[in-house]
């Protein structure tokens, strides 16, 4: 049966943009899906380096204004990979345009925004979902079903890092291209919306809601030159951030990001501890999950590193043979399969603009709290 096209308009061509095309490229020659993702037009600001985008990865057009993307009518989907301060404004744009929206994360800058961004979605009618791709490294995704199946029982303590080491020098300016995660006002906070919300979103999927949390945050280099005015300005971003909440399960969370973890570069950890089972996992080692379980017979007792690449485990029968494993690229590829499924099933794929909501009231919950040194309520979405 012939596919239907799936028309794709891409916004940005840098570190995101490059991620998602390889995504849109490989889906369907690994996966069985009744849409065929069609590489539409490439957008960005510079006619010549969007030309060399689109050339690289194959898009057939390209637009230097992403309003004019929005116009096009052989547009279906369009996909938003730029700096966090444009992507409520290009949301709404694309919603009131009947276009499918896959944004990247932060949804936005803070829940106000995202607030307007679920309303436009929902009002529109049109399919949305927020690339916390996290969730889809089968390791991941596995920790899922173990966690849904019981086998870690009562959870007590769910404990994530995520540590960088790229912004120690204070000779490093802020703003502008590449540097646009140091300014608030393209990235509305620092490690906080950039590393914890994946954090953040990961632990919401595997452990439930959220309901208090107390946050402390810094900024160790207070000035650096700006690339946009060229002056020495103030940082207002968080540099680091530490977390302690409470979920509704009873659990407690211990969460942690930094760019000042020197040696690291981005070491995505998290550890969970059931009552009768824990699992860990480590971005380093992406393709392994460890897993404890107290109920094994004494001798034999211990963590066992499961190396997630058999056909059972998920996605990986759509891949190579059992025993190879797949990489961080992979989990784009898996969003993008999992988002047309959604439209031919009708369940959307999460996490949707309104899921993704849940881990922006938590942002502001942070900044918040650190900002107050109060014990902070999250709303409910
Ligand atoms: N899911 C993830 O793991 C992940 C990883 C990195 C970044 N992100 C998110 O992806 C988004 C982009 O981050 P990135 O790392 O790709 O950034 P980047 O700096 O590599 O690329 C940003 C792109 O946006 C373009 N851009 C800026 N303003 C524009 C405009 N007005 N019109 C068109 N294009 C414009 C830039 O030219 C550049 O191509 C951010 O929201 C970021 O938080 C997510």
């Known amino acids: 049966m012939s596919k239907k096209p799936l028309n794709i308009g891409m916004i940005g061509y840098g570190f995101m943009g490059r991620a998602h095309s390889n995504a849109y490229v490989q889906v369907n020659n690994f996966f069985d899906l009744k849409y065929r993702t069609v590489l539409k037009a490439a957008c960005a600001r510079n006619a010549e380096k969007a030309k060399e985008f689109a050339d690289q990865w194959g898009y057939e057009s390209i637009e230097t204004d992403w309003r004019k993307l929005l116009e096009r009518k052989d547009i279906d989907a369009v996909d938003i990979c730029v700096p966090n301060n444009l992507h409520c404004e290009i949301a709404l744009a694309a919603a009131a345009a009947g276009k499918m929206i896959l944004c990247e994360k932060p949804l936005a800058l803070n829940a106000a925004e995202g ?16 690339w916390y791709n996290y969730r889809r490294i089968p390791a991941v995704t596995l920790a899922k079903q173990l966690i849904d199946e019981g086998r870690l029982g009562k959870i007590f303590h769910y404990r994530a890092k995520f540590l960088q080491d790229w912004t120690i020098s204070p000779e490093l300016p802020q703003g502008g291209n590449g540097l646009w995660r140091l300014d608030a006002a393209a990235a509305g906070s620092g490690v906080s919306g ?20 107390s946050a402390l945050t810094e900024t160790f280099i207070k ?15 968080d540099d680091a951030c530490t977390f302690m909440g ?15 973890a020197r040696g690291h570069k981005a070491l995505y950890t998290f550890e969970i501890n059931g009552e009768k089972a824990s699992i860990s996992w480590d971005l380093h080692d992406l393709h392994r999950l460890q897993y404890f379980d107290h109920r094994d017979e004494s001798k034999i007792r211990g963590w066992h ?31 993008v399969a999992d988002f047309i499924e959604g ?21 502001d919950a942070i900044l918040d709290s650190a900002k107050s040194q109060q014990w902070v309520n999250i709303p409910k979405v």
């Open 305 to 335: 590193s499961i190396h997630v690449t058999d056909g059972d485990h998920p996605y990986m029968g759509k891949w190579w043979v059992p025993g190879l494993a797949i990489g961080y690229e992979s989990s784009f590829v898996h969003q």
């Open 194 to 213: 950039d590393l914890l919300a994946h954090c953040i979103d990961t632990a919401l999927w595997l452990n439930g809601r959220m309901s208090s949390l």
């Open 246 to 260: 409470k979920f509704e399960n009873g659990s407690l969370a211990n969460f942690e990001s930094t760019r000042y």
């Open 223 to 237: 000035e650096r030159k700006h690339n946009l005015t060229g002056k020495v300005q103030e940082v207002t971003i």
């Open 115 to 130: 607030r307007k961004m679920v309303e436009a979605v929902e009002k529109a009618g049109v399919a949305n979902t927020v």
């Open 343 to 363: 439209l031919s099933s009708g369940k959307p794929c999460s996490p949707t603009f309104r899921d993704a909501m849940e881990t922006q009231v938590i942002l």
